[in-house]
Nanobody, 117 residues
Framework: QVQLVESGGGLVQPGGSLKLSCVAS????????MGWYRQAPGEQRELVAT???????NYADSVKGRFTISRDNAKNTVYLQMNSLKPEDTAVYYC???????????WGQGIQVTVSS
């Protein structure tokens, strides 16, 4: 079993930056891939970025060039650096983890990010 715990959300002005963190326990090496999804009010949950155990990354078109996903295996942590934030980035952000065998998806509890002046 894997637990994911997010931190780092909050309120930021348009054009600002935030860095989200997600700690996986007991170890990040139980997961074949990790990433971030987000869900705005009244919207479906959507992919933001993912990173594989081999550090291959994937981004939604809406965040390319502004967001960067990375991982620190020694700290069992995945990060999402968000720059040039826009009001439309406002959402609850969820950490996601995935195992191949057995195929299973894991989710964090979610953390609020609000971009507003």
């Amino acid at each position: 079993q894997v637990q994911l715990v997010e931190s780092g959300g909050g309120l930021v002005q348009p054009g600002g930056s935030l860095k989200l963190s997600c700690v996986a326990s007991p170890t990040i090496f139980n997961l074949n891939a990790m990433g971030w999804y987000r869900q705005a009010p009244g919207e479906q949950r959507e992919l933001v970025a993912t990173i594989s155990i081999g550090t291959r990354t994937n981004y939604a078109d809406s965040v390319k060039g502004r967001f960067t996903i990375s991982r620190d295996n020694a700290k069992n942590t995945v990060y999402l650096q968000m720059n040039s934030l826009k009001p439309e980035d406002t959402a609850v952000y969820y950490c996601w983890g995935w195992t191949v065998t057995p195929e299973r998806h894991y989710w964090g509890q979610g953390i609020q990010v609000t971009v507003s002046s």
